[in-house]
C-alpha cells in the first residue's frame, strides 16, 4: 500500500506552488480586477481621408484595482482555505471517512491538503518533514505542520477502493496515526512513549546536544538533527513550551497547558532549550543554525552554559584576583571579558603556560572552532618533556576517560597518562627516569622507574615508589602512603606533617623528570633516594633502529590510530573535512611557529617543539589553523597561518637527522 | 608631457623598492643543514661533522674539535668584534622537548678550535669586544655576566614570574654597564640599567602597556631599543634610539619610529641603520600578516622596505651578513650570498692573517 504522497514537499514546493497559486491568481485578479473604458465605437477606425482606419490610442482606464503581494497572499490563503473547508464538508457530508486501510490500494494524502500544509506550516518543519516519510508523519503528530484549519484535526486522503475506483475521504487526526502511521512506521509510537512525561528525563540524557567546533563539524551535527527520529518529538516540546509562555494557542485550555509547560520545563535544562529553539527554528537554515555556535562570543557560550566554565577560570582568576572565582565573580568577568579585549592575556599561575595569550577576541574565535578536549589542566609550565605533554593531550581527547586524581603539579597528568600509554605497548623500557636505592641486604642497587609527582595508584608514581622503598628499607607499615606537599605549604611544626611520609616540593623547580625536592617520614629527612636520568622520547622517530620506540609510531601501530603526512593546505583542509573528530599534530621549531616569542640568535637555530592543531578558519581565500604548542595553555589556542607552520615543519625538517617530514593527520 | 609623467612616477616607484627585490639564496659549500657559524668570507665555517660533533673548516684545515653526545647539537655565536666565539651545546635535541633545559656553553678563540667551559646556561651572547659573556638561567631567573679574561662573575635576579618561558634581551655598554629586559607581575616589560660595581638598577624604559617586548641591539655610536607587540596583541610599536657617542646618559634616547602596527620586530643594528620586520598589512580578525624587512635610519626616520617575500618572521646577522631564514631556507639581505667557491685567496699585506697551527 503506498502511502508517500505524489507531492514532495521538498524545500523549493512553497516557493513553487506559491508563485504558480500567485500567478494564476494575479491573472483572474487581473482580469476581473481591471477596468477599462471601452472606447467610443465610431470614434475607433474612422476611416481617414486616405481611406485607412485610424485606429485611436488606449485610454488610461479611469480606475484601476491591482492586488500587491500581501493582499495577493491573503486573498490565496483564503481561497485555500475556503477549498479546505469546502471540501471537508463535502466528504463528511457523503459519508466519507475512512476506516479500513487494509482493503484499499495506492493511499495518498490530497493534493489540495499537501498544498494547504505547504501553505500554512513554518519551512523549518517543512524540510524536517521532507526528510522521511516517517518524519513526515510525526511532524503531522506532533503539530509541527499545519493546515488550514490551523492545528491538523483531520486528514484528507485519496485511494484505490476494491473496485479500482480513485477515491476520497477524510480521516480524523487519531485515526490516521493507528490505523496508517502505526502499520507504516512502527517506531513512531515507541517514540511517542519516550516522550511521555514520566519517561522525559530518561530521553533527554540520550539526546545528544552537541556544540560543533569549525563549519564542516557544524553541517554533520545539523544534517544529524535531520535525520534523527526524535527531532519531531523534541521540537514539539520547544513550540508546547513557547507557546505556554507567550500564552498562545486555545484560550480555554491555557492554563491546564501553562502547568505541564512548568512541569516539562524542569525536565530541560536552559541550555537545551536555547540549544532546542535554534535547531528547531533553523531546520531549513544550516548557515542560521552555525552561526549561534561559530559566530557568537565563546565568552558568552560560557555564561549560557553551553562551555565548560574551566576556560575562564584562569582569566577569571587573575581578573577578579581570587585563585578559585566563585559564580558570580565569573558572570561578572565573563560580562568584563566581552567588552575588555586585553583581560584574557595574563591568567593566573595555577595552569600558566606561554603568556600573553591572545586577546579575549581573538581567543573566543580560535575557541569556538577548537575541538581538542580541555576540560583539565594539565600546567605545560611545569613540563621539562612536552613531548609527553603533547601527547597526552591526544590520548585523552581520543579517549575521553576521566582524569584521575593527581598529587603535585598538575602536569603529573600528563605525566601518568604517558608513562601508562607506553607501560601499555611494552615501551616502559624507553622510560629512563629512576629512583634507585643500596639495597644493603642484597648488596644492590635497586631502581624503579618514576616520574614526579602522583596520578591514582600508578606504580611508577614517585609517591608510590618511595612509599615502596620506605617500606623495604625502613620498615614502613604496608598501610604507608606518601604525600606531594608544596614547599609553601609545608609547616613541619603542624602535627599533621609530623607523621608520615612526605615529599616536599619547590612547584617553581619541579617538573616531570626533574624535581628539587626533600622527603620526610615521620618527621625526619630520607636523602638515601637517588634520582637517575631523565625521561628522554622520540616523538617522531630520529633513528630506523629506534622507529618502533617512537611515540607516533605506537599511537599509529599499537594504539591504532590512522596517521597520514599532510604537507600542503589543501590536504589539511580536506582532512577536517573529511575527517569526524581528527586532529593535527606535529613537530617544529618553535622560531617559525611563534616568531614573536622566539628569536633566532644562530645560524642553523631550532627549537623543536610539539604541536596539535585541533581546527581551520577560512574566510574568502584566507586560512588559519587553531593550534596549540606544547608549552601554551589548553585553554588558550592560537591562530597561527599556514606559512608559520610551513615554515616551522620544513626548518625541523633541515634539523632531524632522518629529515623526515613531521606533520600528521591522526583519528 | 603627461607620458613622460607616468613613465617617472614609473620610475620612481622602482627605484624606491628598488631592494624589494627577489633575495638571492644564501649558497656555501657546505650543507645548510650542517653549518653552524660561516664567516662574511666563507674562510672559516664551524659545521657538525656528525651526531655530536663540530668541526672547523678553514681554508687550510678541517679538525673536528668538540665532541659530546651523539644527540647533542650546537650553537654558535660571534659578534662584530670578531675576537670569540661563543659555542652551546645542546643536550638530546631531538629526545627531550624542554625549554628548561641548559646548555654547556664554551668559549673560544674566533677561528679557532680551543673552547673553554664558560658555564651552564641559555641564550648566551657576547660583549664588549668579546671580553664579556652574558647567559641566563631559564628555572632560577638568573642572568650571569663573566669576564672571560678574568673569569669575574656577576649574577642578577630576574622577576619574569608572568611568562615561564620568558628570555631577557642583554646588552652590556660598558664594563660596569649592563642593559637587560625583565618583565614585572603585571607584565609589564622594562628595559633596566644594573650597575655591576654599585650593584644598583635603575628603570631605563618601561613599557607604557602590558604585553610587549623589549627588544636591543648596538653599535659602537648608539644602541636601538625596540618595542613590539607579542602575537594576538593589538599594540603598535615603536624603536627608541640612543647614541652613546656623546657619553652614556642612558635617560636620553629618542624616539627613531612610531607605528600603530604590530611589527614582528627582530631589530639588527648596522652602520646603514636598524633593519627590522615591519608588518605592511594585518588580517586582525585572523591575525595573519604581511611583514617585510624594512631599514630604519634612525637620525631622520626615514623607512626603506627592503624585501618582498610577503612572510618575514626571523631576521639574523652573522659576521656582517644579514639573513632572513624562511621555510628551511635561508635569503641574504646584506653580504655576499654566494660563497661556494673554493679559490684561496692571496694574504694582502694590510691584514695579518693568522696561520691558525696548534702547536
Given amino acids: 500500500m503506498k502511502m508517500w504522497p505524489p507531492f514532495l514537499p521538498s524545500r523549493y514546493s512553497k516557493f513553487l506552488a506559491s508563485t504558480v497559486l500567485t500567478a494564476g491568481l494575479c491573472f483572474s485578479f487581473f482580469a476581473s480586477a481591471q477596468t477599462v473604458t471601452t472606447p467610443n465605437p465610431t470614434s475607433a477606425n474612422t476611416l481617414a481621408p486616405s481611406n485607412k482606419p485610424v485606429i485611436s490610442p488606449i485610454t488610461t482606464p479611469a480606475t484601476v484595482s491591482y492586488p500587491g503581494i500581501i493582499e495577493t497572499f491573503e486573498k490565496i490563503i483564503t481561497v485555500d482555505n475556503d477549498k479546505f473547508n469546502n471540501r471537508s464538508k463535502d466528504l463528511t457530508k457523503n459519508g466519507r471517512t475512512f476506516t479500513d486501510a487494509t482493503a484499499v490500494t495506492a493511499l495518498d494524502l490530497e493534493p489540495d491538503f499537501l498544498n494547504s500544509i505547504i501553505l500554512h506550516s513554518d519551512p523549518s518543519y517543512l524540510k524536517l518533514a521532507s526528510m522521511a516519510k516517517c518524519r513526515f508523519y510525526d511532524t503531522i503528530l506532533t503539530d509541527l505542520l499545519k493546515s488550514a484549519e490551523g492545528k491538523i484535526k483531520n486528514v484528507l486522503v485519496t485511494y484505490i477502493d476494491g473496485k479500482g475506483n480513485r477515491q476520497s475521504s477524510i480521516m480524523a487526526r487519531k485515526d490516521f496515526l493507528t490505523k496508517v502511521v502505526n502499520l507504516e512506521c512502527p517506531e513512531t509510537q515507541k517514540l511517542i512513549n519516550l516522550f511521555q512525561v514520566k519517561y522525559l528525563d530518561a530521553t533527554m540524557k540520550d539526546v545528544p546536544f552537541e556544540i560543533p567546533a569549525g563549519r564542516e563539524q557544524c553541517q554533520t551535527v545539523h544534517l544529524n538533527w535531520l535525520t534523527n527520529p526524535k527531532t519531531p518529538f523534541l521540537c514539539q516540546i520547544h513550540e508546547y513550551l513557547d507557546q505556554a509562555k507567550k500564552g498562545l494557542g486555545d484560550p480555554a485550555d491555557l492554563e491546564q497547558r501553562k502547568a505541564v509547560a512548568k512541569v516539562l520545563d524542569q525536565k530541560i535544562t536552559p541550555v537545551q532549550k536555547d540549544y532546542l529553539q535554534n535547531i528547531c527554528k533553523h531546520l531549513d537554515d544550516e548557515d542560521l543554525f552555525c552561526q549561534e555556535f561559530l559566530n557568537v562570543s565563546f565568552w558568552n557560550k560560557i555564561s549560557g552554559g553551553m562551555e565548560d566554565k574551566i576556560y575562564a577560570q584562569g582569566i577569571c582568576g587573575y581578573v577578579m584576583g581570587a585563585s578559585e572565582p566563585t559564580d558570580p565573580q565569573v558572570r561578572q568577568c565573563l560580562a568584563r571579558v566581552n567588552k575588555e579585549s586585553d583581560l584574557c592575556l595574563y591568567p593566573t599561575a595555577k595552569n600558566r603556560g606561554l603568556t600573553p595569550q591572545m586577546n579575549c577576541e581573538s581567543l573566543s574565535l580560535a575557541l569556538n572552532y577548537s575541538s581538542l578536549r580541555s576540560n583539565y589542566l594539565d600546567c605545560p609550565a611545569g613540563s621539562d618533556q612536552l613531548a609527553l605533554t603533547n601527547l597526552s593531550r591526544l590520548l585523552l581527547n581520543f579517549s575521553r576517560s576521566e582524569i584521575k586524581p593527581f598529587g603535585g603539579s598538575c602536569a603529573s597528568i600528563s605525566a601518568g597518562e604517558a608513562y601508562e600509554f607506553n607501560e601499555k605497548f611494552d615501551n616502559d623500557e624507553s622510560w629512563k627516569l629512576e629512583a634507585c636505592y643500596d639495597d644493603t641486604l642484597n648488596e644492590k642497587e635497586v631502581c624503579q622507574k618514576i616520574f614526579f609527582g602522583s596520578y591514582l595508584n600508578n606504580p611508577a608514581s614517585f609517591t608510590t615508589v618511595v612509599a615502596t622503598i620506605l617500606k623495604n628499607m625502613r620498615g614502613a607499615e604496608t598501610t604507608t602512603q606518601c604525600k606531594m606537599v608544596s614547599s609553601k605549604d609545608f609547616n613541619p611544626q603542624i602535627l599533621e606533617f609530623r607523621t608520615g611520609c612526605f615529599i616536599v616540593y619547590d612547584p617553581a623547580r619541579c617538573f616531570m623528570s626533574q624535581c628539587k625536592h626533600k622527603i620526610y617520614y615521620n618527621d625526619r629527612p630520607i636523602d638515601f633516594i637517588k634520582i637517575k636520568n631523565r625521561v628522554t622520547m622520540d616523538y617522531f622517530p630520529t633513528s630506523l633502529q629506534g622507529e618502533r620506540f617512537s611515540q607516533n609510531y605506537l599511537l599509529t601501530h599499537d594504539y591504532k590510530k590512522t596517521g597520514k603526512s599532510l604537507s600542503n593546505v589543501s590536504n589539511m583542509v580536506n582532512y577536517f573535512k573529511k575527517s569526524k573528530g581528527g586532529l593535527i599534530h606535529g613537530v617544529g621549531c618553535v622560531e617559525g611557529l611563534l616568531p614573536s616569542f622566539f628569536k633566532v640568535q644562530s645560524f642553523g637555530q631550532c627549537t623543536p617543539t610539539p604541536f596539535i592543531i585541533d581546527g581551520i578558519i577560512r574566510e574568502n581565500d584566507k586560512v588559519v589553523f587553531v593550534t596549540r604548542t606544547a608549552i601554551d595553555s589548553l585553554q588558550a589556542p592560537r591562530l597561527v597561518s599556514w606559512s608559520n607552520i610551513f615554515s616551522a615543519v620544513r626548518s625541523y625538517q633541515r634539523y632531524h637527522p632522518l629529515k623526515l617530514w613531521t606533520l600528521y593527520g591522526i583519528d | ?359
Fill in chain 2, 1 to 359: 608631457m603627461v607620458l613622460i609623467n607616468i613613465i617617472m612616477v614609473f620610475i620612481s616607484f622602482g627605484l624606491s623598492s628598488a631592494h624589494s627585490q627577489e633575495l638571492p639564496k644564501f649558497l656555501t659549500k657546505h650543507s645548510l643543514d650542517t653549518i653552524r657559524y660561516i664567516s662574511i668570507d666563507g674562510r672559516y665555517a664551524y659545521v657538525k661533522k656528525g651526531p655530536g660533533v663540530l668541526g672547523l673548516v678553514s681554508s687550510f684545515r678541517s679538525i673536528d674539535f668538540l665532541s659530546d653526545a651523539q644527540t647533542s647539537d650546537f650553537m654558535v655565536k660571534g659578534s662584530r668584534a670578531k675576537r670569540k666565539l661563543l659555542v652551546e651545546i645542546i643536550p638530546a635535541v631531538h629526545g627531550e622537548y624542554d625549554f628548561y633545559k641548559l646548555h654547556k656553553i664554551m668559549a673560544m678563540d674566533w677561528g679557532n678550535s680551543n673552547p673553554k667551559e664558560v658555564g651552564l646556561g641559555i641564550s648566551s651572547k657576547l660583549h664588549l669586544e668579546d671580553e664579556w659573556v652574558s647567559y641566563y638561567h631559564p628555572v632560577e631567573k638568573i642572568l650571569t655576566l663573566q669576564n672571560l679574561i678574568t673569569q669575574k662573575k656577576f649574577t642578577i635576579q630576574l622577576q619574569a614570574k608572568m611568562n615561564p618561558f620568558f628570555r631577557p634581551e642583554v646588552d652590556m655598554v660598558t664594563s660596569d654597564t649592563v642593559l637587560y629586559t625583565d618583565i614585572n607581575e603585571q607584565g609589564y616589560a622594562a628595559l633596566i640599567s644594573y650597575n655591576l660595581l654599585t650593584q644598583k638598577n635603575a628603570i631605563i624604559y618601561k613599557a607604557p602597556q602590558t604585553a610587549t617586548r623589549i627588544e636591543l641591539c648596538s653599535m659602537p655610536n648608539y644602541v636601538a631599543i625596540g618595542e613590539f607587540p607579542y602575537e594576538g596583541v593589538s599594540r603598535g610599536s615603536k624603536i627608541l634610539y640612543l647614541k652613546t657617542s656623546q657619553g652614556m646618559n642612558l635617560a636620553g634616547y629618542t624616539s627613531a619610529y612610531t607605528s600603530l602596527d604590530e611589527d614582528l620586530g627582530n631589530i639588527v643594528c648596522t652602520q646603514k641603520g636598524v633593519f627590522f620586520i615591519k608588518t605592511m598589512s594585518q588580517d586582525k580578525k585572523l591575525s595573519l600578516k604581511v611583514t617585510e624587512v624594512v631599514l630604519l635610519q634612525p637620525d631622520t626616520g626615514k623607512i626603506e622596505a627592503r624585501t618582498s617575500l610577503k612572510h618575514v618572521t626571523q631576521l639574523l646577522e652573522m659576521d656582517g651578513r644579514i639573513l632572513i631564514p624562511d621555510r628551511g631556507e635561508y635569503y641574504v639581505l646584506e653580504g655576499r650570498s654566494n660563497i661556494s667557491d673554493d679559490v684561496l685567496k692571496s694574504i694582502t699585506p694590510t691584514k695579518t692573517e693568522e696561520l691558525p697551527l696548534e702547536l
